[in-house]
Structure formats: C-alpha cells, structure tokens
C-alpha cells in the first residue's frame, strides 16, 4: 500500500507539473520577478530610513544630553560662587551622569551610523542589480515575443498549428464529399443507360429505342444528301427539305429523278429517252452524257 501512495503522488505531481509548465508564460514570470526585486529593493530603502532616523534620533538626544550637561556646569559655578559647594558637588555628580549617557548615546551612534553606511551600499548594489534585470528582462520578452511570433508563422506554413489543422481538415472532408457526389451521379447516369433504373422523365426509352432511332436518323440524313447531290447534278435548285413524316430512302430517291426530268427544256424532242447512247433527229449526234 506504501509503494501505491508513493506512485499515485508521483503521477500527481508530474500532472501538476506538466500542466504548470503549459501555464506558465515566461514574459509574465519575468514580470513577477522584477517586481519582487523592486519589493526588496523598496524594503531596503525602507530600513534605511529607518536608520537614519534612529541616527537622528540619537544625535538629537546627544545634542541635550550636552545641554544639560553644560547647564549643570554652570550651575556649580554658580554654587561655588555663592560658597555652596554641597550644591556644585550635586551638579558636577549630575554632570558625570550625563557624561556616562553621552558615552552610551556615541557608542549607538556609532553602530547605527555603521549600519547605515552598509544599507546605503546595499541598496546601491541591489539598484544596479535591479536595473540590470530589468534590461535582461526586456531582451527575453522581445526575443520570446519573436520566437513566438515566428513559431507561430512556421506552424502555420507547415500546416501543423491547430487552426491550420482545422482548415485542413474541412477541406479534406468537402473534397471527400464531393467526390463522392461525382461518384454517386456517374453511377446514377450509367445504370439509366443501361436501363437498370426506370426513367421518370416520360421518355420511356431504353438504350435499345435510342441506337435504333440514332440509326434512322443516320438513314434519313444519308437519303438526303444523296438527294441534294442529285439536284446538284442536274444543275437545278436544292428542293425544299421532307416533313418529319418523309418517305423511306427509296422513294426520296425516284421522287428526285422525276424532279429532274420534269425539269429539262422544252427544246428536248418528246421521242428522246434520254438514254446514254441516243440521238436527236436534227444533228444525228448521240447524248453526251454516253461518251
């Protein structure tokens, strides 16, 4: 049970610590330090003052310590003056007494102003330390800021930040879904041709009905042409095209021969034929066109 406990504080710790280093923001740890030094470097200056107060204190007692002791010298002489010397003896008693305190008050006064002198150099130091961080302080949060900043721009680029990732992933899935709409609509047309899906448009035409009217039509405009290089043939104006009901090939092909017989002059005698091989009574010559 021990050894569990011990684990089970470790993996707590190690938590604790993984989340802390992911919290903490090294601009703002600088901060707080700075602002801690700035604390002690004020507390510093603090006991200083207070120093030098108690310095002042003391020379402000020294100072009537020397007054009274100077008053009480004038009063012995005055005592002795007047042939009271039990009265110059009280005050030269009181006089010495003062001399004792004044000794004490110098001593003290030497210790304070000793402790002073080495405050003073303190807070020196610790001023010169503090401005020092302060500019340190500044560097690595610009250089941090920069490292962030540029951090930031190469996950992007590289398309491993978590926005990017994001983006990437939308794209990916609205390519996916469209190429599986493409797909769906392929397969969709491929079995209307084959005929595998009923065909709700009122066509009603399977891809059987549609090769055999493709090869109508193929007949139709074949039956056509030649009956528009006929007409060419025999020098006259292209007739008029058929109506959608127009006979089969065979009879669009006799109804433009009997086109172009019914156009010839009327110069051609009513015996001629027309034949290759034929002549005209007038010249006796055979037509032209059995040569």
Same mark, same amino acid.
């Given at each position: ?25 090294? %601009? ?10 700035? @604390? ?27 007054? @009274? ?33 004044? @000794? ?100 009603? @035409? ?10 109508a039509q193929a007949g139709q405009v074949?039956?056509?042409? %030649?009956?528009?290089? %006929? ?61």
């Amino acid at each position: 049970m021990p050894g569990v406990m011990k684990r089970l504080s470790a993996i707590v710790r190690a938590k604790a610590n993984k989340a802390l280093d992911k919290a903490e923001n090294p %601009a703002d740890m600088l901060d707080m330090s700075y602002q801690d030094q700035l @604390q002690n470097l004020q507390k510093v200056r603090r006991a200083l003052a207070d120093v030098a107060t108690s310095r002042k204190r003391l020379e402000l007692q020294a100072g009537q310590l020397r007054q @009274q002791a100077d008053k009480l010298q004038q009063q012995a002489k005055q005592a002795l003056e007047q042939n009271r010397e039990d009265l110059a003896r009280e005050a030269l008693s009181r006089r010495a007494a003062l001399a004792d305190q004044l @000794q004490l008050l110098g001593t003290q006064h030497e210790q304070v102003e000793t402790q002073q002198q080495q405050l003073e150099l303190t807070a020196q130091k610790l001023q010169v330390q503090v401005d020092a961080f302060r500019t340190r302080k500044e560097t690595l949060k610009a250089t941090y800021t920069a490292s962030k900043a540029q951090t930031s721009i190469g996950e992007a680029v590289s398309g491993i930040s978590e926005s990017m990732t994001d983006a990437g992933m939308t794209l990916q899935r609205a390519e996916d879904k469209i190429n599986e709409m493409q797909a769906r609509a392929g397969a969709i047309d491929e079995l209307l041709q084959a005929g595998a899906l009923p065909d709700l448009t009122g066509t009603g @035409q399977d891809d059987l009905d549609r090769e055999l009217n493709a090869t109508a039509q193929a007949g139709q405009v074949d039956s056509e042409l %030649a009956a528009l290089k %006929a007409e060419l043939a025999a020098g006259q104006p292209a007739a008029s095209l058929p109506a959608a009901d127009a006979a089969p090939a065979g009879a669009g092909e006799a109804g433009a021969s009997g086109a172009a017989n019914a156009g010839e002059p009327s110069g051609t005698p009513a015996g001629s034929t027309g034949e290759p091989g034929a002549a005209t009574p007038e010249t006796g010559e055979t037509n032209g066109s059995g040569q």
